[in-house]
């Protein structure tokens, strides 16, 4: 059930907007093709005008060299590199300073995201949204192989999130997400390094009042979990974000609203 913001939505021609997939990659040659060629395949079955900006954040394996390789067939992919250091943020960062597209969706490499979720954020912007985020805990949505205590820890954080931002957005952390072009603008500079890029864009975004979806998804982990010591070292991490966005929605909301243009009202956000 959409929010009463969603009737002040105006559609758009269907397909005027040009599609950029940003798809970090480290070390995912034996992931990366049947990524590359599914959403290729969707997306020219749906006639939507695309590139697949693929970032190699500091290989060491062959991925850019398959991704070049495939790049023969697939002319819409736009292979970048991403400088060292590493890190899924900084990857996303080098991306953010080369997609082409009046629209940007965050991918991952190893096929967790479903191509048919990728078109349906799509037909959410032609609705009128200025983003769509993808939630995995929404009825409709089907995960699979999400590591037990991984699983335990997202659904804590995320709604400590919920709490602190009042808003019904349930899947913060999720990489899954679709922002226009004027959003991703509006947010950047972006500082984040690691994992915690995921809460800095949809944070910044969900605090300036944007137009934001919810869509169920299908979403499929990795066979391998994540052990405690990493998780220990991206809570510090998420934590910083999380308190610098929050004091910003508290402190200089009026500031960021001003350079956006945007009203500082009612927030304008919608459920599926």
């Known amino acids: 059930m959409a929010s009463k913001a969603a009737s002040k939505l105006q559609p758009l021609p269907p397909n005027t907007l040009k599609y950029s997939i940003l798809i970090p990659a480290y070390n995912e040659e034996k992931n990366i093709i049947p990524t ?15 590139e697949l900006l693929v970032v190699n954040d500091n ?12 790049a023969l067939e697939i002319p819409e992919i736009n292979l970048v590199h991403n400088t060292p250091p590493g890190g899924l943020g900084r990857a996303i960062r080098c991306g953010l300073a080369h997609f082409t597209g009046d629209a940007l969706a965050v991918v991952m490499a190893d096929s967790s995201d479903h191509p048919d979720d990728v078109v349906r954020c799509y037909r959410k912007l032609e609705e009128g949204y200025d983003c769509v985020f993808g939630s995995r805990f929404v009825p409709g949505s089907k995960v699979t192989h999400y590591p037990p205590v991984k699983l335990v820890v997202n659904r804590l954080v995320n709604r400590a999130m919920q709490v602190l931002f009042m808003t019904h957005h349930n899947d913060l952390t999720n990489a899954f997400k679709v922002y226009r072009r004027h959003v991703i603008e509006s947010i950047l500079p972006l500082q984040a390094a690691h994992f915690n890029i995921t809460i800095e864009m949809s944070l910044s975004s969900l605090i300036r009042r944007y137009r934001i979806a919810d869509v169920p998804i299908t979403w499929s982990g990795r066979t391998w ?23 910003e929605r508290i402190l200089i909301l009026d500031d960021l609203m001003m350079e956006n243009k945007q009203p500082t009202g009612e927030t304008l956000d919608a459920d599926r």
């Open 36 to 50: 590359l060629e599914t959403l290729a395949e969707k997306l020219r079955a749906e006639a939507i005008p695309f």
């Open 59 to 70: 290989s060491t394996d062959q991925t850019p060299q398959v991704i070049e390789a495939k």
């Open 225 to 247: 979990g994540v052990s405690n010591l990493r998780l220990r070292k991206m809570g510090r991490r998420y934590l910083c974000t999380l308190l610098m966005i929050w004091c």
